[in-house]
């Protein structure tokens, strides 16, 4: 799997079959991260994913206290990829840098206290409304 930014400066393979553990975030830093109501980020073990091409970061601390670090394109601003302190053992990537529709829908809705009421959630999904899940 390829995901890229919008450019294609930045990419971030991701080897096949790698299992992915995808989640829907709904806090305000999440909504300001992607100028829409949620993010959703595919996490894989972080030796399944490979990262090619310059990359700006920014970093911040969230509700937990841990460090997230998102990498993005300096050229176009798309992020491709996020990085968690607590877990450095594995990457995310932006479901959206795949351009896949037929991507998975994500397992766990995390901080849904500031979800859109609007914004419909898929059945099956675990919820963890304050997103203070401690298990992988």
């Given at each position: 799997?390829?995901?890229?930014?919008?450019?294609?400066?930045?990419?971030?393979?991701?080897?096949?079959?790698?299992?992915?553990?995808?989640?829907?975030?709904?806090?305000?830093?999440?909504?300001?991260?992607?100028?829409?109501?949620?993010?959703?980020?595919?996490?894989?073990?972080?030796?399944?994913?490979?990262?090619?091409?310059?990359?700006?970061?920014?970093?911040?601390?969230?509700?937990?206290?841990?460090?997230l670090t998102r990498g993005?394109?300096?050229?176009?601003?798309?992020?491709?990829?996020?990085?968690?302190?607590?877990?450095?053992?594995?990457?995310?990537?932006?479901?959206?840098?795949?351009?896949?529709?037929?991507?998975?829908?994500?397992?766990?809705?995390?901080?849904?206290?500031?979800?859109?009421?609007?914004?419909?959630?898929?059945?099956?999904?675990?919820?963890?409304?304050?997103?203070?899940?401690?298990?992988?």
């Amino acid at each position: 799997m390829k995901a890229s930014c919008q450019c294609g400066k930045l990419t971030a393979d991701v080897v096949d079959g790698a299992e992915a553990m995808t989640i829907a975030c709904h806090c305000l830093d999440c909504q300001r991260r992607t100028g829409s109501p949620f993010g959703t980020i595919a996490y894989f073990p972080a030796e399944a994913v490979t990262v090619s091409g310059g990359a700006s970061e920014y970093s911040r601390v969230g509700d937990s206290g841990q460090t997230l670090t998102r990498g993005f394109c300096p050229a176009c601003g798309a992020a491709v990829y996020v990085k968690a302190s607590r877990m450095p053992e594995i990457t995310g990537v932006p479901v959206g840098a795949f351009a896949d529709p037929s991507f998975a829908a994500p397992i766990r809705s995390v901080y849904e206290q500031s979800k859109h009421e609007w914004v419909p959630l898929p059945e099956g999904l675990t919820h963890h409304p304050r997103g203070r899940e401690t298990s992988w």
